[in-house]
């Protein structure tokens, strides 16, 4: 509703509408940078703008805002957000060949399905395909656990790239497992599992190693609300027969 007042009057002199804000150009400033912005790898550090922009989202007609601010509504919903990863994911398990007697075999996919850019976009969330084995009670045995990362890794100092792993929209990732059982094994269990702040993690450890000085307690603080950052989007187990059982 519109107001009669004068918008000097009005708190921050009213509201200003523009086509302008639905579009994914106004996200460009933010998080795109520029030919001459800090690269790694020949990679600007953020590149997400042109990384929708040359996706099937943008031929598509699909903005940033749309996934993001649903509704005009200020959610930015992002890795952070169970709901949204899920929605952006497909994840997939099924048998893998060849078949192990008395033992699983089975392969997870995921899939960059509904993702509008690399998934995910920057340098500070890892997400993880794991499977290992557990015994009855649902506790892992040591030495069995698998792992396949998804993320572009660097160095704490931001002065070099040491994987991109991130899959672009329509890319899959997988991993298979084939293992007898062992030790009290009854199943294995595979899970995808999201960090969305795994670099700011390791930053945190690394600064309270060489001390943090007067800083120590709040960085203790954020070193925690990091590691509990972390959510799982998918986990089933498989069992010898090959069926799916409840995780």
């Given at each position: 509703m519109?107001s009669a007042?004068?918008?000097?009057?009005?708190?921050h002199?009213?509201?200003?509408?523009t086509?302008?804000y639905?579009a994914?150009s106004?996200?460009?400033g933010?998080?795109?940078?520029?030919p001459d912005?800090?690269a790694?790898?020949?990679?600007?550090?953020?590149?997400?703008?042109?990384?929708?922009?040359a996706s099937?989202f943008?031929a598509?007609g699909v903005q940033?805002?749309?996934c993001?601010?649903?509704?005009?509504?200020?959610?930015?919903?992002g890795i952070?957000d169970?709901?949204m990863v899920?929605?952006?994911?497909t994840?997939?398990?099924?048998d893998?060949s060849p078949?192990v007697?008395?033992?699983?075999?089975?392969r997870?996919?995921?899939?960059?399905s509904?993702?509008g850019?690399?998934?995910?976009?920057?340098?500070?969330?890892v997400v993880?395909?794991?499977v290992e084995?557990v015994?009855?009670?649902g506790h892992?045995?040591a030495?069995t656990?698998?792992?396949?990362?998804?993320g572009?890794?660097?160095?704490l100092?931001?002065?070099?790239?040491?994987?991109d792993t991130?899959?672009?929209?329509?890319e899959?990732?997988?991993?298979?497992?084939?293992?007898?059982l062992e030790?009290g094994?009854?199943a294995?269990?595979?899970?995808v599992?999201v960090?969305?702040d795994?670099?700011?993690?390791?930053f945190?450890?690394a600064?309270?190693?060489?001390g943090?000085g007067?800083g120590?307690?709040?960085?203790?603080?954020?070193?925690g609300?990091?590691?509990?950052?972390?959510?799982t989007?998918f986990?089933a187990?498989v069992?010898?027969?090959g069926?799916l059982?409840?995780p």
């Amino acid at each position: 509703m519109a107001s009669a007042a004068p918008r000097a009057s009005l708190p921050h002199e009213g509201v200003t509408r523009t086509p302008a804000y639905l579009a994914s150009s106004f996200c460009r400033g933010c998080h795109q940078f520029g030919p001459d912005g800090y690269a790694l790898n020949g990679k600007p550090l953020e590149d997400t703008y042109e990384e929708w922009k040359a996706s099937r989202f943008a031929a598509a007609g699909v903005q940033c805002q749309d996934c993001h601010m649903p509704d005009r509504r200020h959610l930015w919903r992002g890795i952070h957000d169970a709901d949204m990863v899920r929605g952006g994911l497909t994840i997939t398990l099924d048998d893998a060949s060849p078949r192990v007697p008395g033992g699983v075999a089975a392969r997870l996919v995921v899939e960059n399905s509904g993702v509008g850019h690399r998934f995910p976009t920057y340098v500070t969330p890892v997400v993880l395909l794991r499977v290992e084995l557990v015994d009855a009670a649902g506790h892992a045995l040591a030495g069995t656990r698998v792992e396949r990362r998804i993320g572009r890794e660097v160095t704490l100092d931001l002065e070099r790239e040491v994987s991109d792993t991130r899959l672009a929209p329509g890319e899959r990732a997988e991993l298979v497992y084939a293992r007898a059982l062992e030790n009290g094994a009854v199943a294995a269990r595979f899970s995808v599992v999201v960090y969305p702040d795994a670099f700011y993690t390791a930053f945190f450890e690394a600064l309270l190693r060489q001390g943090a000085g007067r800083g120590e307690d709040d960085v203790r603080r954020a070193l925690g609300e990091t590691r509990r950052s972390a959510f799982t989007v998918f986990e089933a187990r498989v069992l010898p027969t090959g069926r799916l059982s409840p995780p």
